[in-house]
């Protein structure tokens, strides 16, 4: 079963109605329901994101609709991970990822998942596929 881990960029926009990709980040995640994952790392910039731009009522509908297991698997970020994603966060000196995102990538290795649900360019400018 293909599996795509879903990023802080669409989780905002699928609680925010008025995102520009809130549309379009809905209809990508009910078609791949059951095959979503997510980390820790990314469940705490999106509940953080969230209660700044849209406040703590939506954060957390958001934080509790994720930890009942309703929209994805919660995966946690290991020690192993975390090492890989220094490695990846110091060698591409050149990019803008950020530590959550090198998270990401280094759960993405581990678990042999090659396409990522997410709005910004991080995630192809690291080499995976993208959705919507």
């Not at 090659?114 to 910004?120: G, K, M, N, Q, S």
Request: proline residues 2%; glycine residues 6%.
């Amino acid at each position: 079963m293909i599996r795509f881990l879903v990023d802080t960029g669409a989780w905002y926009a699928l609680a925010d109605r008025r995102d520009p990709d809130h549309e379009d980040v809905a209809l990508c995640l009910h078609e791949r329901a059951g095959r979503l994952l997510t980390t820790n790392f990314v469940f705490d910039e999106s509940v953080t994101l969230i209660r700044y731009r849209l406040g703590s009522g939506a954060a957390r509908a958001f934080g509790e609709r994720l930890l009942s297991g309703g929209a994805a698997r919660m995966v946690a970020v290991t020690r192993r991970d975390e090492t890989r994603a220094w490695e990846i966060f110091t060698r591409y000196r050149d990019k803008s990822f950020s530590y959550t995102d090198c998270t990401s990538f280094a759960v993405m290795q581990r678990l042999g998942i090659e396409t990522a649900v997410a709005i910004d360019d991080d995630f192809r400018s690291f080499g995976l596929a993208c959705l919507p």
